[in-house]
């Protein structure tokens, strides 16, 4: 489905290389961004990307103030204008620049690289990015910014824009969708959970994911805001805040496997019944080929790799913390099993 999405946004770019609102002209920034996030990532899958990633990359630069790398915003009190409350905080376009930086090293572009760097300072010097206390700081938005910064390196920078937002977490868990409203935009609450994960604050971000679970609709998605006034697709149920709410959810999990890894061991004696359960199932791997998924310290993968010295293993797991106590020799590859990047028949076993 991924590849499809991929393939398909491709015929909708711009001639200039950009992407614009549905039946528009004008090319925006952020969606380029955007777009160039989705392309980087399924690349290694559909090659014939790189001319179109390729496009949208030079116009997002070449649309840009090339003195100070300040990316291209829409006219004033058009598609950014919140009303009485101002602009988009030009902040957002932070959420552009990582994926720019990826495309760059991909594609072995040295001036992507120079740019993102020049642009990230241009908004850190200029935009005011870590006070939630503004009224032009809709939460969705704020978190994008939030998110950026960890991502380009900053999450220095991003602590001290989530403690403003800690300022106005409830005691039940949910964020204001503005700081002087009722209403919750649900999007912004797993954004926020996701970058609170991100920095390590699992507390925080616990309590705002079991309140946004709450809101959960039947059909397993959700409202863009709920609440007194909440005026954020009130009724509308918004892929973005599943988007961000699958995110924040895996990343939930990876967090308590870190956090929880001593608790579990980095050896299984060949008798233990489990691994008579495997080892029944296999036969000699020695020359194949071995995915071990979900694979936590990786006992049963140094387990076969002691039996077949010849086996080419390779664990994956959620977790870091747990891949770093995989035995050596071990390929080791940092994924959950609902997103395994590994394309069919690449392995002659996969065990879980």
């Not at 993102?116 to 200029?126: E, F, Q, R």
Request: aromatic share 12%.
């Amino acid at each position: 489905l991924a590849l499809q999405y991929a393939s398909w946004l491709s015929t909708v770019q711009l001639p200039d290389g950009s992407i614009g609102a549905p039946n528009g002209s004008f090319g925006y920034a952020f969606d380029t961004g955007q777009v160039i996030r989705g392309w980087v990532s399924v690349l290694p899958h559909m090659p014939e990307l790189e001319a179109p990633l390729r496009r949208a990359c030079d116009w997002l630069i070449s649309t840009a103030d090339p003195a100070s790398g300040r990316l291209r915003v829409p006219p004033p009190g058009g598609d950014w204008s919140l009303g009485a409350r101002g602009e988009v905080n030009e902040g957002i376009h932070l959420y552009s620049l990582w994926p720019l930086r990826q495309a760059g090293e991909l594609l072995g572009e040295r001036g992507y690289l120079d740019f993102v760097n020049k642009s990230a300072s241009y908004y850190l010097t200029t935009a005011d990015i870590t006070s939630f206390d503004r009224r032009n700081a809709l939460g969705h938005f704020y978190a994008y910014i939030q998110e950026a910064l960890v991502e380009l390196g900053h999450a220095d920078v991003a602590r001290q824009g989530m403690a403003s937002v800690a300022g106005y977490q409830r005691r039940d868990g949910s964020v204001p969708g503005y700081c002087d409203v009722p209403w919750i935009c649900s999007t912004a609450l797993a954004q926020l959970a996701k970058v609170w994960y991100l920095l390590g604050d699992t507390e925080r971000a616990d309590r705002a994911l079991d309140f946004m679970s709450q809101l959960q609709n039947s059909s397993g998605a959700f409202f863009g805001s709920y609440g007194v006034r909440a005026n954020y697709f009130p009724a509308a149920e918004i892929s973005w805040a599943v988007k961000y709410f699958i995110d924040a959810q895996l990343m939930r999990i990876t967090r308590h496997f870190d956090a929880t890894v001593s608790q579990y061991s980095s050896e299984i004696p060949a008798a233990d019944g489990r691994a008579q359960s495997l080892l029944g199932h296999v036969g000699d791997l020695n020359g194949k080929k071995v995915l071990d998924a979900g694979c936590g310290k990786g006992r049963y993968s140094g387990l076969l790799q002691r039996l077949f010295p010849g086996a080419d293993i390779t664990a994956m797991d959620i977790s870091p913390e747990m891949l770093k106590h995989v035995p050596a020799g071990i390929r080791t590859i940092q994924s959950g099993i609902l997103n395994m990047p590994f394309p069919a028949t690449s392995f002659d076993l996969v065990f879980c």
